[in-house]
């Protein structure tokens, strides 16, 4: 457990049922932190929710853990927090423009190619190519209704599938028209699972990380 210095707030239909600036960051999974709060600063209606959890005593006594999903919408500060988990103060995301030739293939099909990536860092994670719309071959990809949630890039907006050779490789690129405001380079463009594709890097093959995003392809 580790003090938070960011003012969080929950919000449950159009009333703020939590505000504070004494939040502690606790470590319930290895990968991201939960919100703990103390139990002053939660509405008695939310306390009172079976998801919510009070301790009297021990190292979380008077403290609350409020289940994200028992609130419509968190916020650090004055932004809204999407992902499903409170941000983690050791990850660090960066956006930078690069000058480096990239290809993406998938059996030889050549699915984007572009000498201007945006290459986004983020901790604990593979580096992402984002490629400019222009620069990416959609025949071969097909719009899905997918969407997935980040706590440090946002909402997507869209997903595609892409379909080669008879293949089919489910939501193998993404894209976020209104991302965070930390990644704003990032805007429009599309990454694509560099677990599942063949990246090519100044005319060099980068070997296919291993995540938990590689599945069987």
Known sequence: MQPCPRRIRARLGDAMVLDTVRAAYVWEVPYFPAYYVP????????????TTQTFESGPFAGLAHVAWDSV????????EVFGGHARSPYVRVDAIRSS??????????????SS????????????RHYIQRTDVDF???????????????GTTSDYWTARIGGSVHADI???????????????????????????????????RPRTKFSGDD
């Open 39 to 50: 139990v002053e600063d939660v509405d008695d209606a939310v306390l009172a929710l079976s």
């Open 72 to 79: 419509d919408a968190w916020f650090e500060e004055d932004e």
């Open 100 to 113: 480096r030739q990239i290809r993406v293939e998938i059996g030889g099909v050549v699915l984007a190619e």
């Open 116 to 127: 201007a990536p945006v290459l986004l860092f983020e901790t604990g994670l593979p580096t």
């Open 139 to 153: 025949t071969a990809l097909e719009r899905t209704e997918t969407s997935t949630y980040c706590p440090y890039k």
């Open 173 to 207: 690129a993404w894209s976020y028209a209104y991302p965070s405001p930390q990644v704003l380079q990032i805007a429009g463009l599309v990454a694509f699972y560099d677990e599942k594709v063949d990246t090519f890097l100044d005319g060099a093959l980068v070997e």
